[in-house]
């Protein structure tokens, strides 16, 4: 480890998919392959099955039309499904006597399954190998992560039986337009339902705009339920979730954080006081990391520390990291080169980047030396308010995973310090490389089936 007041000390939620750039237009392959590629997956599950859903691209220039009009006609057992959103393909429902003819239709490129892809949450923890870990026992029993974001849906069954404890910093100002979200209307509440999001600050247009919180909780320690994506990281740890924003009805206020209101914005103070509290509960619940997936818009491309305002919380995360608790915190969606956000720029911070599914950089993640490790943070899906799930992506997605490492950091090392975890989970990671201006880099993404292999040699013992 290297170890604004609103308007000077707001900070924004590390934004979700909004972030992500669009990529280019998808095209038809231009090349013509001559024979039809059949896939021999599909000949194989239509000879199992009488009918499989597959999708049938078309030469360049050939009508989806006009292949879909003649599949009608091939058999009784096959039918289109879908045939006018693209010129490029078509899916339909196909058997073996449709597929032979296939096989010889000159206007046809390929023919393959339209496979169901699994929800993505499950591939993220597969991607670092916490189902392993999971497996072999490693599912962050005893332990505790604190979520200080905005609020839980408190009753989701992802989290069912493992709330420890709530609470609620969220400042009320009539000059910035600020709201409190604690549940009893006061710029603070601790105990049940304090943290709870299901409140009516919370809805914007219908919609449940506190979603952010319940999302990263569920990736650092969700526990698979009937119409869950999966486990997260952490299934077995606890969770504190503490509410820190406030709801923002000025414009002129959101404006400064670039959004339109209301809005959502935490103030340092807030946050300090979060802090503070995890600080007074951590040996009661054994909290082994507090997650902050939240962050200014300003990079700083070395540890801020001597900054007052970039380091406000630096001595609430020094004095959790001599308590035991990583500070985890995202390094921000600005797609900066060789720099972090605040407060991920300070020096006892965990500063987390995110990957894709594939181990390739997201294109919005900040990155360069202050960097610590790399997490998925790419389409994560996880829950939402109202007992569902949906997909987000960010930084803020990336953060929670490291946190639930740390939680089974605890449970297989407990002697460990902070810096000790961290070094294994470098030292155990795969190697992500990346040119930070001009200068290549290397960081880890965490894998945490390596990391808890009882096999590999203690992690720095002296530090």
Same mark, same amino acid.
């Given at each position: 480890m290297r170890l604004r007041s609103l308007l000077v000390g707001a900070t924004m939620l590390a934004m979700t998919s909004g972030a992500l750039c669009a990529g280019p237009a998808l095209q038809a392959d231009t090349t013509d392959t001559g024979d039809p590629i059949i896939s021999p997956a599909l000949v194989s599950e239509i000879q199992e099955k009488s009918a499989v859903r597959s999708i049938i691209q078309l030469k360049p220039g050939q009508s989806v039309e006009a292949v879909a009009a003649d599949?009608?006609?091939?058999?009784?057992?096959?039918?289109?499904?879908?045939?006018?959103?693209?010129?490029?393909?078509?899916?339909?429902?196909?058997?073996?006597?449709?597929?032979?003819?296939?096989?010889?239709?000159?206007?046809?490129?390929?023919?393959?399954?339209?496979?169901?892809?699994?929800?993505?949450?499950? @591939?993220?923890?597969?991607? *670092?190998?916490?189902?392993?870990? &999971?497996?072999?026992?490693?599912?962050?029993? +005893? %332990?505790? /992560? #604190?979520?200080i974001d905005t609020g839980i849906?408190?009753?989701?069954?992802?989290?069912?039986?493992?709330?420890?404890?709530?609470?609620?910093?969220?400042?009320?100002?009539?000059?910035?337009?600020?709201?409190?979200?604690?549940?009893?209307?006061?710029?603070?509440?601790?105990?049940?339902? @304090?943290?709870?999001?299901? *409140?009516?600050?919370?809805?914007? &247009?219908?919609?449940?705009?506190?979603?952010? +919180? %319940?999302? /990263? #909780?569920?990736?650092?320690?969700?526990?698979?339920?009937?119409?869950?994506?999966?486990?997260?990281?952490?299934?077995?740890?606890?969770?504190?979730?503490?509410?820190?924003?406030?709801?923002?009805d000025n414009p002129l206020t959101c404006g400064i954080g670039g959004s339109t209101a209301p809005c959502f914005l935490s103030y340092t103070s807030d946050q300090k006081l979060a802090l503070e509290y995890v600080t007074r509960v951590v040996r009661t619940f054994n909290i082994a990391a507090v997650n902050m997936s939240l962050g200014s818009a300003?990079?700083?491309?070395?540890?801020?520390?001597?900054?007052?305002?970039?380091?406000?919380?630096?001595?609430?995360?020094?004095?959790?990291?001599?308590?035991?608790v990583a500070p985890v915190v995202a390094a921000g969606n600005a797609g900066l080169p060789n720099a972090v956000a605040s407060p991920a720029c300070i020096s006892s911070a965990v500063s987390t980047g995110a990957t894709d599914d594939a181990d390739a950089l997201a294109t919005f993640t900040n990155r360069g030396n202050l960097l610590d490790l790399f997490a998925p943070g790419v389409a994560v899906n996880s829950a939402v308010p109202d007992d569902v799930y949906g997909v987000k992506a960010g930084t803020s997605m990336s953060a929670p995973h490291v946190a639930g490492a740390f939680a089974l950091m605890r449970q297989r090392y407990p002697e460990y310090t902070v810096a000790q975890s961290l070094q294994r989970l470098q030292d155990t990671g795969t190697p992500i490389q990346f040119d930070s201006s001009g200068t290549a880099v290397i960081k880890s993404r965490i894998d945490l089936e390596r990391a808890t292999t009882s096999t590999q040699g203690p992690a720095n013992p002296g530090v």
């Open positions: 599949i009608e006609q091939a058999s009784e057992g096959s039918r289109v499904l879908e045939a006018a959103e693209s010129p490029n393909f078509f899916v339909a429902e196909l058997d073996g006597a449709t597929l032979e003819k296939l096989k010889q239709d000159s206007r046809v490129q390929s023919v393959y399954k339209d496979e169901l892809s699994m929800p993505l949450l499950d @591939a993220s923890t597969a991607r *670092i190998r916490s189902v392993q870990a &999971n497996t072999a026992g490693w599912n962050g029993t +005893g %332990t505790t /992560v #604190a979520v849906d408190s009753d989701h069954p992802f989290f069912t039986g493992r709330i420890a404890d709530e609470a609620c910093f969220s400042s009320s100002s009539g000059r910035d337009g600020a709201v409190s979200l604690c549940p009893n209307n006061q710029p603070s509440q601790t105990g049940p339902g @304090a943290a709870n999001v299901e *409140i009516p600050q919370c809805t914007v &247009n219908g919609q449940n705009a506190c979603s952010h +919180g %319940t999302h /990263v #909780a569920g990736i650092a320690a969700g526990k698979m339920v009937t119409g869950a994506p999966g486990n997260g990281v952490a299934p077995e740890a606890r969770l504190i979730p503490i509410q820190v924003f406030s709801r923002i300003r990079g700083y491309t070395e540890a801020c520390d001597t900054d007052t305002t970039a380091a406000a919380v630096k001595p609430e995360f020094d004095a959790l990291v001599s308590l035991g």
